[in-house]
Nanobody, 122 residues
Framework: QVQLAESGGGLVQPGGSLRLSCAASGGIFGGYVVGWFRQAPGKEREFVARLDWSNGRTYYADFVKGRFSLSRNNAKNTVFLQMNTLKPEDTAIYYC???????????????WGQGTQVTVSS
């Protein structure tokens, strides 16, 4: 059973940056899609970005385009979410997930991490 572990969250001022990591253990990302989602207090979980491991293609929600970017370390089976120009509305718990289908629907992702808190505040 694969386990996903997010890290890198924290408190940052508006306009700042954070880099989140999602590491897989007990399994690999090869052949899968790795998605990032977030959930703010009182709101539903929403899609942020995804990376298709087989071809490296990335997709982003409109509200993060130009600010967030995905990258990966193949050897370490890790995906990174670089978040720049952070805004208070980016405050949420960020989750990574592994799935078989390239989608923005969280229901199509089978394996999830525990999440990491990102707080953007002055």
């Amino acid at each position: 059973q694969v386990q996903l572990a997010e890290s890198g969250g924290g408190l940052v001022q508006p306009g700042g940056s954070l880099r989140l990591s999602c590491a897989a253990s007990g399994g690999i990302f090869g052949g899968y899609v790795v998605g990032w989602f977030r959930q703010a207090p009182g709101k539903e979980r929403e899609f942020v970005a995804r990376l298709d491991w087989s071809n490296g293609r990335t997709y982003y929600a409109d509200f993060v385009k130009g600010r967030f970017s995905l990258s990966r370390n193949n050897a370490k089976n890790t995906v990174f979410l670089q978040m720049n120009t952070l805004k208070p509305e980016d405050t949420a718990i960020y989750y990574c997930a592994r799935g078989n289908a390239g989608s923005s629907l969280d229901m199509l992702y089978e394996d999830w991490g525990q999440g990491t808190q990102v707080t953007v505040s002055s």
